[in-house]
C-alpha cells in the first residue's frame, strides 16, 4: 500500500476493517502533543453557539416533512431501542428525505437568520397572546422551527465517528447535515442521538440543519418551543462504549464494604472485528462533583470479542472497603464516586468514558415506607414541571439551582419530574445535592388529554423512549423509583389499560431490575386492574379524598373519600406514596375577606377568590376544586403513618394551567412563585417539614388603611407548640396547636396599624419570633443579589430582588410602582418578573411593575468576560438602588 499523510484516505481503510491499529495510531499521532489521551479517545464538545434560527417552512414545503409522511425515516434513529423486530430491522426509505427543501441545503444563504445561543426556547420570547388558550401560558409555542450551524471538522479526525447528542429539542425533530438527512426524533422531552459521521466533511464547512415541529393543542402546560436543553457533538473511536452505555449497581451495601457491579457495552462501528480490553478505574468525587486523589478501586480488566458493527457487554464486580455512602440531605450525605473506563484495542486506548454513580441501598417497605441505607426517609416531595419562569423551558443550570436550594430551605427531600424527563443537568443537581428522584416519563399514553399531544405517536414510540430515559438516568443515585405514567386515560379502561401498564412496567424492569415502578393514579380504585401493575402505588389526590368535605360537596366531578386505608388493604405488600397533594391556590401577598372558617375550601368567587383581579388570597386555605389545602393533607399523611409521604403540587408556580383564573398566564398552586418569591405557604410547609427549625411567620401583612376597626384574621405558622400574638404591645392571648392542627389562628383580631408580633414557644420555652409593622407611603427601593460572583461562561446569572420600602425600610405590601432596570458591565438584563400571574409584559422588558411590593431582574454574564457589573434600578419619586457583582472568567 502506499503511505498516507495522516489519516489522510485511512477512513475507507478502516470501515473496510484493514489497517484498523494504523488508523487509530495515525490518528494519535497527527494530534496536538499537548492534548491528553482522554481528548484523544473521547471528546464531547458543546455544540450551543452560532445557531442561526428562522421561523416557519420556505415557500413549497406544504406538509413535505409532517411526521406522518415521513415516519419511516425517523423510525430508523429509535431502532436500537426497541425489540420490535419489524422496527428494529427497519431500513430507510430509498433517496433523500428533504432533498427539495431549501432550508436543508447546505448551500442555502442564511445570513439573514437570527443568530441564537443554545438552549433557545422561541416561545418565550413572545408576545403574550391574551386571547390565546391559558392552560399554555399564552405563549406561542407552536410552530415550527429551522436552525442551522455552520462548522468545520480537520482533516485529521477522517478515523472519528461523529454523534450529535441532543438533550431536547421540543418537537419532531429532524436533522441534516449537509444537505442530507440524518435521522430525527419526535418526543420533545426525550435525549437523542443521531450518527453524523457518513456525512461529514473533513477539512471543510459543514452545515448542520435542525427543524422543529411544535402542534397546537399537544400539551396542557407550556411546553417550550426550539431547541431548549442542550446540544453536544461527541467524537468517538469506532469502537467506543455504546451510547449510555455503562451500568452501575450497587448490593450488598454497608459502611463497612459494598459490592459495585459494573456492565459495559462496546459498540464496534467498523468493518473489522476487534477484541477489545476494559480496565476501569473508580474515583471519589468531592462536593462539587470533581475527582479527587488516586483512584479507590480497579476492576478486573476484562477482554470480550466485539464482530464488526455489533455490541457486546462485559459484566464485572468488585468489592469496596469502607464506602461513603450516597444519602439525601439533610440526614444523610450525598457523596458520589466515578467509574472511568477505558477501552484497548491492540495495546492502545481507543476510548475513555466516565460513569458517576452513587453507592446506597434502598428498601421499600409497606409499613415503613422507604429506607436508604437502612434508615427510614419520609418523603417531603415537591412536584415541579420542567419551566424555569421567566427564562422559559431554555435550561439553566443555574436557575435550576436556585430552585432546588429554595425547596431544601423549605425541607423539602425528593422532586417528582411532572411528569417528564428532566434535563440531564437537572440529575446532576438532584445527585450533588441529595434529593431523592421520582423520574417521570410520560402523562399520556393512547388516550388523548389534548387533541395533538404524544397519544398520536405512543404506539410507535413509547418504547424507544422508555428505554432511552432508563439507560440515560439509570446510573443517578438521586433516583429511586420510575414512572411510567400520570393520570392516564387507560384508568378507566380496565384490562386494556393495565395490559399497557404491564407492557411498560416490563420494558422498564428489563432495562433497570434494581429499582420500582409506579404510575401516578387520580381516578383508578383498589379493585381495578390498574393498581396490581406497578411496584409502589401512587396516588394523586385520593389519599386525602377528593371533594369530599362539606365545603366541596356542590361541586361537580370526581368525588372520593379517603383512600389511603381501601388502597393499603388491597395491596399490603405495597407502599403507597401521595405522588400529588394539596393543588392549593394563592397569589403572594394577597389577602382577601371574609376568611374562611376552616381548614380547606374550593376557591369561589365570594370566598378566597376575586374574579375581577383574578387573584386568590393568600391565606393559604384555598384550593383547586379536586384540591385540599396543605393543613388537611398533613393530618391526612399523618393519620395514615405507613404511607411513605407525599409530593405536594407544586413547589414552584409554572406558565401554564392557570387555574381557577384561565385569562391568566402562569400557575397559582406554587409554594414559590414565578419570580421565586415565596408565598405564605412557604412558611406553613417549613413549619411542619423542619420541626427543628425555630421559626415564625405572621400573616396577613399588618398595612390596612381601609380596614380600620374591621376583623382581620392573624394566622401564625411555627414550628413551635404554642405562641402569643401581640398588637401595639397588647397581647391577643396565647394558643396551642391541637392535634392535627398545623398554624395558630386569631380569627377576632380588630385591625389598628402599629406593630403585630408573635412569640412562639416549644415545649414551654421561647421559640422564634415575627413581627409585622404598617408601612408607609413608599419612598426607596433596595436591591439584593443572590450572589456576589456570576460565572462568565454565557450561562452565568445572578437573581436581584428589588423591594419597595418606606422611608424605615419596611415592605410597602401594595406597591405596585414601575421599576425600570439598567446595567453597566460585562453583564446583560435577560429577564424581569413580579411574580404576578395576571401580567402579560415581556419577560425580556427591562421594566416592570412591581406586584405587591417585589419585583425581579435576571442578569447573564457575557462570555469570557470578566470584571464589575453593577445593576442600577430606578422608580418615579423613589430614591433609587443599585448592586454590584463581579463577573468571572474561568
Not at 394539596?582 to 370566598?607: M, N, Q
Request: aromatic share 10%.
Amino acid at each position: 500500500m502506499k503511505q498516507s499523510s495522516g489519516c489522510t484516505g485511512l477512513r475507507n481503510w478502516c470501515l473496510l476493517g484493514r489497517h484498523m491499529s494504523l488508523c487509530t495510531a495515525l490518528v494519535l499521532i497527527v494530534a496536538s502533543a499537548s492534548r491528553t489521551a482522554q481528548t484523544l479517545v473521547r471528546e464531547r464538545i458543546s455544540f450551543n453557539t452560532d445557531w442561526r434560527f428562522a421561523k416557519g417552512d420556505p415557500d413549497g414545503t406544504a406538509g413535505k416533512l409532517r411526521y406522518s409522511n415521513i415516519r419511516d425515516w425517523v423510525l430508523v434513529t429509535g431502532a436500537s431501542f426497541t425489540k420490535d423486530p419489524n422496527v428494529a430491522n427497519k431500513k430507510r426509505p430509498a433517496g433523500n428525505l428533504g432533498l427539495d427543501v431549501v432550508y436543508t441545503q447546505a448551500r442555502f444563504d442564511d445570513t439573514g437568520w437570527r443568530r441564537v445561543t443554545l438552549p433557545h426556547d422561541w416561545g418565550i420570547e413572545g408576545p403574550f397572546d391574551p386571547h390565546a388558550p391559558g392552560g399554555t401560558g399564552k405563549r406561542p409555542f407552536a410552530g415550527i422551527g429551522w436552525y442551522r450551524k455552520h462548522f468545520t471538522v480537520p482533516v485529521d479526525n477522517q478515523c472519528r465517528q461523529f454523534y450529535l447528542y441532543v438533550d431536547g429539542a421540543m418537537s419532531y425533530a429532524n436533522v441534516w447535515l449537509n444537505g442530507q438527512y440524518v435521522g430525527g426524533w419526535p418526543y420533545g422531552y426525550a435525549s437523542w442521538r443521531v450518527d453524523l459521521t457518513p456525512y461529514v466533511k473533513f477539512g471543510g464547512e459543514n452545515v448542520l440543519v435542525m427543524r422543529l415541529d411544535n402542534p397546537p393543542n399537544s400539551s396542557r402546560w407550556y411546553p417550550g418551543a426550539g431547541i431548549y436543553r442542550n446540544v453536544w457533538l461527541v467524537k468517538t473511536d469506532p469502537v467506543h462504549v455504546g451510547q449510555w452505555g455503562t451500568f452501575v449497581t450497587t448490593r450488598d451495601v454497608s459502611p463497612a464494604s459494598a459490592t459495585i457491579d459494573l456492565e459495559i457495552t462496546i459498540d464496534n462501528d467498523s468493518k473489522a472485528d476487534a477484541t477489545v480490553e476494559a480496565i476501569t478505574h473508580v474515583f471519589a468525587l468531592d462536593a462539587d462533583g470533581n475527582k479527587t486523589g488516586n483512584a479507590v478501586a480497579r476492576f478486573e480488566p476484562l477482554k470480550t470479542p466485539v464482530a464488526a458493527g455489533e455490541s457486546a457487554k462485559l459484566e464485572v464486580s468488585l468489592t469496596l472497603e469502607n464506602p461513603r455512602l450516597w444519602g439525601p440531605l439533610p440526614t444523610q450525605t450525598p457523596h458520589r464516586y466515578v467509574a472511568v473506563t477505558t477501552l484497548w484495542y491492540q495495546g492502545k486506548p481507543v476510548d475513555q468514558y466516565e460513569t458517576r454513580f452513587g453507592i446506597r441501598s434502598l428498601r421499600f417497605d409497606p409499613d415503613t415506607g422507604i429506607h436508604v441505607n437502612g434508615k427510614r426517609i419520609y418523603i417531603q416531595g415537591a412536584n415541579q414541571h420542567h419551566d424555569l419562569g421567566a427564562l422559559g423551558a431554555a435550561f439553566n443550570t443555574r436557575a435550576a439551582e436556585r430552585q432546588l436550594e429554595m425547596l431544601r430551605e423549605m425541607g423539602c427531600n425528593a422532586i417528582r419530574m411532572a411528569h417528564n424527563p428532566p434535563a440531564p443537568e437537572l440529575l446532576e443537581l438532584t445527585d450533588r445535592m441529595g434529593f431523592l428522584v421520582v423520574d417521570e416519563i410520560f402523562d399520556v399514553w393512547e388516550m388523548k388529554k389534548t387533541p395533538l399531544d404524544f397519544h398520536l405517536i405512543f404506539p410507535d414510540w413509547h418504547e424507544q423512549d422508555l428505554r432511552a430515559l432508563v439507560r440515560r438516568d439509570r446510573n443517578h443515585p438521586s433516583v429511586i423509583i420510575w414512572s411510567f405514567g400520570n393520570e392516564v386515560g387507560e384508568q378507566y379502561t380496565g384490562e386494556e389499560g393495565a395490559a399497557v401498564a404491564q407492557r411498560l412496567h416490563d420494558i422498564v424492569k428489563e432495562e433497570d431490575p434494581t429499582r420500582p415502578t409506579t404510575t401516578a393514579m387520580n381516578w383508578a380504585k383498589p379493585n381495578m386492574p390498574l393498581p396490581e401493575v406497578p411496584d409502589l402505588i401512587s396516588l394523586n389526590y385520593q389519599g386525602e379524598g377528593i371533594r369530599n368535605t362539606p365545603a366541596y360537596a356542590h361541586l361537580k366531578g370526581i368525588n372520593t373519600p379517603p383512600l389511603y386505608p381501601a388502597f393499603r388493604k388491597a395491596f399490603s405488600d405495597k407502599v403507597i406514596l401521595s405522588s400529588e397533594n394539596a393543588a392549593a391556590l394563592s397569589s403572594r401577598g394577597t389577602y382577601i375577606f371574609p376568611v374562611y372558617e376552616g381548614v380547606s375550601a374550593p376557591v369561589k368567587d365570594e370566598s378566597g377568590g376575586d374574579p375581577k383581579k383574578q387573584y386568590v388570597s393568600a391565606y393559604e386555605l384555598y384550593t383547586a376544586d379536586f384540591g385540599s389545602s396543605a393543613d388537611k393533607v398533613f393530618a391526612s399523611l399523618d393519620q395514615h403513618p405507613y404511607v411513605a409521604g407525599g409530593f405536594v403540587w407544586s413547589g414552584w408556580d409554572y406558565l401554564g394551567e392557570p387555574t381557577p383564573y384561565y385569562s391568566s398566564r402562569s400557575s397559582y398552586f406554587g409554594i414559590i412563585d414565578l419570580a421565586g418569591f415565596k408565598k405564605d405557604r412557604f412558611y406553613l410547609y417549613q413549619s411542619h417539614w423542619r420541626p427543628d427549625l425555630p421559626m415564625a411567620h405572621l400573616l396577613p401583612h399588618w398595612t390596612w388603611p381601609q380596614r380600620i376597626g374591621q376583623v382581620t384574621p392573624v394566622h401564625v405558622f411555627t414550628s413551635g407548640d404554642e405562641a402569643e400574638l401581640f398588637l401595639n404591645g397588647k397581647s391577643l392571648g396565647k394558643k396551642t396547636k391541637g392535634p392535627y392542627a398545623y398554624r395558630l389562628r386569631w380569627d377576632d383580631v380588630t385591625y389598628q396599624p402599629g406593630e403585630l408580633k408573635v412569640v412562639a414557644y416549644k415545649e414551654g420555652k421561647e421559640w422564634a419570633t415575627d413581627v409585622m409593622r404598617t408601612a408607609g407611603p413608599p419612598a426607596r427601593l433596595l436591591a439584593k443579589a443572590d450572589r456576589s460572583t456570576i460565572a462568565a461562561d454565557g450561562q452565568g446569572l445572578a437573581f436581584i430582588t428589588v423591594t419597595i420600602v418606606d422611608k424605615d425600610d419596611v415592605l410597602v405590601p401594595h406597591a405596585k410602582n414601575r421599576v425600570c432596570f439598567s446595567i453597566d458591565g460585562p453583564g446583560e438584563i435577560v429577564a424581569t418578573d413580579n411574580g404576578d400571574p395576571t401580567s402579560f409584559e415581556s419577560f425580556q422588558s427591562k421594566e416592570r411593575d412591581a406586584f405587591n411590593g417585589l419585583c425581579l431582574a435576571i442578569v447573564r454574564a457575557r462570555p469570557d468576560q470578566a470584571g464589575t457589573i453593577t445593576l442600577k434600578a430606578e422608580s418615579g419619586g423613589l430614591v433609587d438602588t443599585t448592586t454590584t457583582m463581579r463577573s468571572q472568567a474561568e
